[in-house]
């Protein structure tokens, strides 16, 4: 089964699927009209690993996260994918318990050290750039708020401030 899309989206050479604006232009009632969660794969710091590595290498490194995503998502009735600014890569599984989103998330996990040792990239040092959440979703603005009320968004807003 693939992964659902809504309508034609723009796809980004780089990443292959849609940012967030793009999604949420799309009809995504049938998204958020039911219980659901997210899966946010955040790769931590990728500005500062373009410039100490390149960006050739951070480039390697989305692609090992974005093909894990898809390919794994893809086997899950109705999971969207897009990505949401720079950093975050989200997956939606309406109508998935807690439970089912934790063996979801190993699976994608698993599939990106697979992805990553196939390019022959250093697993370790990238594990340090990957964080998940899971949070449980019922509306487009129910998943704003949990996004970002998340704890890394929520440290980095207290820095910025100096609060």
Not at 28 to 48: D, T
Request: charged share 25%.
């Amino acid at each position: 089964m693939e992964t659902k899309t809504l309508k034609t989206l723009y796809w980004t050479y780089l990443t292959a699927i849609p940012n967030f604006f793009d999604f949420i232009d799309a009809d995504v009632s049938e998204v958020f009209g039911k219980k659901g969660s997210f899966i946010v794969f955040n790769i931590v710091s990728l500005r500062k690993i373009n410039e100490k590595y390149g960006r050739e290498f951070g480039d390697l490194h989305t692609k090992a996260l974005i093909k894990a995503i898809t390919t794994i998502s893809s086997k899950y009735k109705k999971s969207y994918c897009f990505r949401f600014g720079s950093n975050d890569f989200v997956v939606i599984l309406p109508n998935y318990t807690t439970k089912q989103i934790n063996e979801i998330s190993l699976e994608i996990k698993e599939q990106y050290k697979d992805n990553v040792n196939s390019l022959g990239l250093n697993r370790a040092q990238l594990n340090k750039f990957m964080i998940e959440y899971k949070k449980e979703i019922t509306s487009v603005e129910d998943f704003m708020k949990s996004y970002l009320t998340l704890p890394r968004y929520f440290e980095s807003q207290k820095r910025v401030n100096g609060i």
